[in-house]
């Protein structure tokens, strides 16, 4: 029995000894306080009413987090049916992260507008925004060891990580003040910009090139469990395209002239916002440089209800990402007959707020199973309270 929970390494979810060959594809978008219908209609380029973005805007706290995840890829493994055997797997996979903290001013700034601010100095940081896109190639042990009372799950994985994209904006200080009349804008703005690579448009790319890794213990007697698990924990170096833009400056901004009966017969043609760009941005020159890979460490237990294979679970997973909250969990699984299994969850923390996971599993035999799910039950049900949504498939073949 295994269960999803959260972006779980696939190859450590099953420990049945012989070959398997699976594939895989999950994606997620989380918030704490922006609403799935409005981050759909904002997909869709519909009109946002007033009456969606004051509800969204009540759900925001001082500060607020996001994060998004695209990964898909294939595997393979064998695990040994001796004791003494060692087994092996080997994956690939392409990964797209995004995440992201801003303060609530910033959002209705956005959505509103800055005259309902007129007359005050208000304070739009901190803003932390970060992309990420690389590819994996791992490899790893599996291994294991069957003792009087239980059996210990020991894996170990190494992967070469080739970067794509990288994008990184830290905004430490930013203030805005709007006259009464509308006659100027006043402001500070601190932080920094970096990016690598922006412009390729390279399917396979090694624009970046690192190591992260992977490692599993668990122990599983006949009536509970428990394991840690650690993924995606390494680094990426940066070296092709590389761009910095240092921000710092206190600004005034009173509008911009306009000749009406400009030449040519376009009125804007005079306009330039180049001087005040250049009072705030600085480009510096780059050799290089490192990022760290937003990887997951996980402890979970269980407990088997009953001989049936209805098992209670339970965890907490934290995440190394700028806003990530340390993400706990409780759910059970259970058969259902035929080869249908059944697995649901509630959750809170990470990226988002409150979630609702449901996960139906098919076992065709001892050769197939399909595994369909989500995490975010809520975001589809309820998408004008729910902030987060996600689903995810896996095909694996066994022999």
Known sequence: MSSNAQFRNTVYSNWDSGYAVGAFGRYQASSNAITSNLLWKVYQGKFLDRNLRDKVSGMHSKMNRFGVDLDYGIYARHIPDSVKGIGWFVKIADRTHIDGKYPKNLFDVAMFGNAQFAGQNIKLSPINLNLLMYSQFEVGILKNIKKTNGTWNIGFGLSLLTGKKNLNLKIDEAELYTD???EYLQGVLQGTYRSASLSSGQYIATNGLGFSGSLNI???????????????????????????????????????????????????????LDSVVSGVATNVKLDKYITSVPGRMRLEGHYNLNEKKWRL???????????????????????????????????????????????????????????????????????????????????????
Request: glycine share 16%.
């Open 218 to 272: 668990g122990y599983n007697a006949a009536k509970w469990g428990i394991k840690f698990e650690a993924d995606d924990l390494g680094l990426i170096s940066w070296k092709k395209d590389l761009k910095q833009t240092d921000l710092d400056s206190a600004f005034t901004f009173e509008g911009v002239d306009v000749n009406l009966f400009a030449a040519g017969g376009n009125p804007f043609n005079s306009a330039n």
């Open 180 to 182: 009464p009349d509308g």
């Open 313 to 399: 679970y339970f965890g907490v997973q934290y995440r190394i990402a700028p806003g990530y909250i340390p993400y706990a969990y409780v759910g059970t699984n259970s058969p259902l007959g035929k080869g249908f299994f059944i697995d649901g969850r509630f959750a809170y923390g990470g990226f988002g707020s409150w979630n609702l996971g449901l996960e139906f599993r098919k076992r065709f035999g001892e050769t197939f199973e399909v595994k369909l799910g989500t995490n975010n039950l809520e975001g589809y049900l309820l998408p004008m309270v729910g902030t987060s949504q996600s689903a995810y498939v896996s095909l694996v073949g066994f022999f």
